[in-house]
């Protein structure tokens, strides 16, 4: 059966893979709308117990018996065709469809606003739904992480307005007709779905051509490849001059050109209080604006942000201080715990560009101490085509650590591995598995340290860990200070020390 020919959501909804970010987002807002929904995954999670709470029926391990009386079957972009759930549907004529068009059909009725890039949508779809939320406009929102600030990665409201993480992967984002696209930059990423560059802006330049007419595309102008994937301009006509325009209305921002619509100046950090900048409104001062978050690239985030909300009709005052307020995506630049005079964070970034702007976002909030790295290779495909970034995007961790690669959907043989990433990096040293790269970094680490896990896999789990040892060894140094000096005395970092 065509997976895109209903248009109604029936009552009774299965989803397959539910404690994905993305499908559990969908689950939420069904639950919130009074749909009866199940799902099943491999695993466990928060995620899971979190959307069980609120009434969905969450099977572990997929089976054809876990379908029961489900009138429409939605599954992950991860799950293939040979899952026993989606192959039990199509046997009995249940109709399935991809998360990406369920998302779409959740659309329905509401104006888009989409948030698509390589780097920044999930913190920039946040900010948004942040600011909306905190206007008082109700707004419906799906995001690639959780808020930190609603603790929660998707919320169904009763407002106009609906916030998407409008990903590339799987070419889900062009199932969406958003009314505001914001398109933070564009960088080689899922070549293995893409197979080449070019592709991938092709797809991007899809996405902005299904802007309604009457919308408008927020472009960073920074990004090349973003400006070379917006719609073509009509034809110059008698009635408006020589000038060329665009099909629908394009707002630009930057940090590199004062031509932007849009334009940060005199950023300053405020150490562990963030960042201020002035903000510039095609050449006339806008505002300032205190932002709680990490490293310039998100002040370009903020300014996507900004934009969004003039367009939507946000006041200025409201604008200013959600920025303020904001404190972001778990999993971004996270606080995790501190020990033995050591504060542990965690960083989601797993492309070379991300990596290189958290770790130099470090250095600002952190300046003066050491900054250690644990990095989980995301993919085999990723670590091959990206390898030549890879080598020099840990340039700001003085000392680093790679474990094993988070293989997500792919097979070693399809790229390379984490020991093999690990020669080409001068100051790395391999460290195995999650769990044992924890005990071999707490080992490492001394009193002034900054630790970063980074990766978008479960290399979260380290932080934890780490945390749990120090206390450990902390609780056991304190009955015992004559050990602690002793092993003060000969502490040598297995890798660069600066």
């Not at 002034?448 to 896999?457: K, P, R």
Request: aromatic content about 6%; proline content about 5%.
């Amino acid at each position: 059966m065509n997976d895109t020919a209903i248009r109604a959501i029936p009552q009774r909804v299965h989803l397959v893979g539910v404690g994905g970010i993305h499908m559990s987002a969908i689950a939420k807002v069904l639950r919130s709308r009074g749909h009866t929904v199940t799902g099943s995954d491999l695993h466990l999670s928060p995620m899971t117990e979190t959307i069980e709470r609120l009434g969905v029926t969450v099977h572990k391990g997929h089976a054809a018996d876990n379908v029961d009386d489900a009138e429409l079957v939605v599954y992950t972009s991860a799950a293939h065709e040979d899952n026993p759930e989606i192959a039990e549907a199509r046997r009995r004529g249940i109709p399935t469809m991809k998360r990406a068009d369920m998302v779409a059909r959740l659309q329905e009725g509401k104006q888009v606003i989409a948030v698509a890039g390589t780097h920044g949508k999930t913190t920039t779809s946040s900010l948004i739904a942040y600011m909306l939320k905190r206007a008082g406009k109700d707004p419906t929102f799906m995001i690639g992480g959780v808020i930190r600030d609603f603790d929660t990665n998707a919320m169904s409201g009763e407002g106009p307005h609906f916030v998407v993480e409008a990903d590339e992967y799987d070419r889900a984002f062009l199932a969406y007709r958003p009314h505001i696209a914001v398109v933070t930059n564009i960088e080689p990423d899922h070549l293995d779905i893409y197979g080449s560059f070019e592709e991938l802006q092709r797809a991007f330049a899809q996405f902005l051509s299904q802007v309604d007419t009457s919308g408008h595309i927020v472009a960073c102008t920074d990004s090349p490849p973003v400006q070379a994937c917006l719609p073509p301009r009509q034809a110059p006509s008698p009635t408006v001059g020589d000038d060329m325009l665009y099909p629908v209305h394009v707002v630009s921002y930057s940090l590199l050109s004062a031509k932007a619509d849009w334009i940060a100046e005199n950023i300053e950090s405020k150490g562990v209080d963030g960042l201020s900048f002035v903000v510039r409104f095609q050449k006339h001062f806008w505002g300032e604006v205190i932002t709680q978050l990490p490293g310039v690239h998100n002040v370009a985030n903020a300014l996507a942000a900004i934009a969004v909300g003039e367009i939507v009709g946000l006041s200025k005052a409201d604008i200013i201080a959600s920025i303020g307020e904001f404190r972001g995506a778990a999993r971004r630049f996270e606080f995790v715990g501190e020990a033995n005079g050591i504060t542990i964070m965690d960083s989601y970034a797993h492309h070379p560009t991300e990596v290189r702007a958290d770790l130099a976002a470090a250095r600002l909030r952190f300046p003066g101490r050491r900054i250690v790295a644990l990095f989980q290779p995301h993919t085999y495909t990723r670590t091959a085509y990206l390898l030549d970034e890879f080598r020099t995007c840990f340039g700001d961790a003085d000392v680093l650590f790679i474990a094993d690669t988070y293989a997500a959907r792919e097979e070693p043989e399809a790229g390379m591995d984490a020991p093999a990433l690990t020669d080409e990096i001068p100051h790395a040293t391999y460290a195995g598995s999650v769990l044992d790269a924890a005990k071999v970094v707490a080992g490492a680490l001394r009193p002034g340290d900054v630790f970063f896990t980074v990766g978008a896999g479960d290399v979260e789990l380290a932080g934890p860990e780490v945390l749990r040892l120090l206390r450990e060894s902390e609780s056991d140094s304190s009955a015992h200070p004559e050990a602690l000096e002793g092993r003060r005395s000969d502490e040598r970092s297995p890798t660069k020390d600066t």
